[in-house]
């Protein structure tokens, strides 16, 4: 059996994986607040964790993982959402729990097994605080239900601080009846323009980080392999994740392998509207970017480093994409992908923390033997190509097809040094034939051709045709 290694954020090494039940393989991953349209760095962590899921499935079986991915719907974001437009909060979080669904699934990720919505586990969220106030690890006071940090020793022990750093650090919400100001809501009172539930400290909410504790109990159990998300969750969500589970099953270990992607930012700089680069995946995907060149350009940066988005990635990646099934497509019906044949050179290139940027240098390596005329085996390169592309969710003969071919600015700039270097070999030997064939040729596909003694500089003109230069070499 492939031997996983995967980078544990509790230990911060790379450690062998090894399930408790490699019959049911247990991963969680921290989901959305659903009160607007995913951004783009909202997708980073369902890719990346798409990705592990397709892997353990393949290493375990399909029907040996459960993964389980959750929606927050209870949050004062969404609150503050519905009084600002008048509108029901549940219309909101339904609209955009679907929108959420459909962007995902055009960037080819695959369904969690099981996708919570918190409000659905209200009673189980309850029935755990009542456990944790039972243990002496939390307390109430003024309506609310806070957790007490100093009741565990191993609070900090995921992002590496003491209680101490974290107090000096953090912008920590001061509120009187804490007793100490690290200490976290697990329940608050709502008033009767919120949402709220029942409880045994009067009608209420739950606090953000209790629900996922809740849920991954309730469906992954006490004990289970994985959990992840985006590495701004560390602290404190998952450090309070940890506190609370460990505190109320005591007997479990709560996650065993934690795992975090980090941040992605946009043409180098931190997304946020204020810089008016914040997009959604939306916004790409209604401008015409593909979902697999979105993915595409994900998977180009391994997951544990900053990725930077760019529109050049996007342009790059496009290009590969066509490349790849453009070969594939001109070698149909011989080619069909199986994904579950995926060759183990990119199966092990995953096996070794996810390295997606090594997957993805092996499928230029079959896509430069499938090209080759002189390869005696085209077709087993360019059928490891097909099955690779499935296997991580990037096969889609649409590229091949597609006629709306992507503008390529460094296209022209070869075709003008081709031309520079037709006019040195004509200047030797005085015939510059092959030059004005050329010439031709470019003019006819609406290229302008601006010669001087400076140099060759090719402008598009008004009939140019990208469609048409891209036959030309
Ligand atoms: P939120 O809805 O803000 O709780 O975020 C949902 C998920 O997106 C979490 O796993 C976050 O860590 C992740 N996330 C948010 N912003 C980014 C970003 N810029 N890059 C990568 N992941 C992000
Ligand atoms: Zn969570």
Redesign the pocket.
């Known amino acids: 059996m492939t031997t996983i290694r995967l980078h544990n954020t509790r230990t911060r090494q790379k450690e062998v994986f090894e399930p408790l039940d490699p019959a049911n393989v247990r991963m969680y991953?921290?989901?959305?607040?659903v009160y607007d349209r995913a951004?783009l760095?909202?997708a980073?962590?369902v890719v990346v964790f798409d990705v592990l899921y397709r892997l353990l499935r393949h290493v375990y079986g399909a029907d040996h993982v459960t993964y389980v991915r959750n929606f927050?719907d209870v949050d004062d974001k969404i609150n503050a959402r519905a009084a600002e437009s008048g509108r029901p909060i549940s219309a909101i979080t339904a609209e955009t729990t679907q929108w959420f669904l459909d962007d995902m699934a055009a960037l080819g990720a695959l369904e969690p097994d099981h996708m919570p919505r918190a409000t659905q586990y209200i009673p189980q969220m309850v029935a755990m605080i009542e456990a944790l106030i039972a243990a002496g690890h939390a307390y109430v006071a003024e309506g609310h239900v806070l957790f007490a940090v100093e009741s565990y020793a191993d609070y900090g022990r995921l992002s590496g601080r003491t209680v101490a750093d974290m107090i000096a650090g953090a912008r920590v919400e001061v509120a009187p009846y804490k007793r100490n100001p690290m200490d976290f809501v697990l329940w608050k009172p709502s008033g009767d323009d919120l949402p709220g539930w029942p409880s045994p400290w009067g009608r209420g909410r739950p606090g953000w980080h209790i629900e996922c504790s809740a849920m991954s109990h309730e469906l992954l159990g006490e004990s289970f392999d994985i959990h992840g998300?985006?590495?701004?969750?560390i602290f404190p969500h998952h450090e309070n994740e940890i506190a609370q589970s460990r505190c109320a099953h005591p007997e479990g270990d709560f996650a065993r392998y934690w795992l975090h992607?980090?941040?992605?930012?946009v043409e180098g700089k931190k997304?946020s509207k204020s810089l008016g680069n914040f997009f959604t995946v939306r916004d790409l995907l209604d401008q015409g970017v593909p979902g697999e060149v979105i993915r595409f350009v994900f998977l180009s940066t391994h997951y544990r480093k900053p990725?930077d988005w760019t529109a050049e990635k996007a342009r790059e990646a496009e290009r590969t994409l066509r490349d790849m099934h453009r070969v594939l497509a001109r070698m149909l019906p011989h080619v069909v992908p199986q994904p579950e044949n995926v060759n183990d050179y990119f199966i092990d290139a995953l096996a070794s923390d996810m390295n997606t940027h090594e997957y993805i240098k092996h499928l230029h390596g079959f896509l430069s033997l499938a090209e080759d005329e002189d390869v005696v085996d085209r077709f087993a390169a360019a059928q490891a190509l097909a099955d690779a592309l499935a296997f991580l969710g990037l096969f889609n003969l649409e590229f091949a097809r597609s006629d709306i071919p992507v503008f390529d600015p460094e296209k022209l700039q070869r075709l003008a040094l081709r031309l520079s270097e037709l006019r040195e070999a004509a200047k030797k030997k005085k015939d510059f034939s092959d030059v004005d064939e050329f010439k031709d040729k470019l003019k006819a596909n609406g290229v302008e051709v601006r010669m001087s003694k400076a140099g060759v500089e090719l402008v598009p003109g008004p009939d140019f045709d990208p469609a048409k230069l891209e036959a030309l070499k």
């Open positions: 991953v921290c989901g959305p607040t951004h760095g909202n980073r962590p927050t998300g985006g590495g701004d969750l992607n980090e941040m992605l930012q997304m990725m």
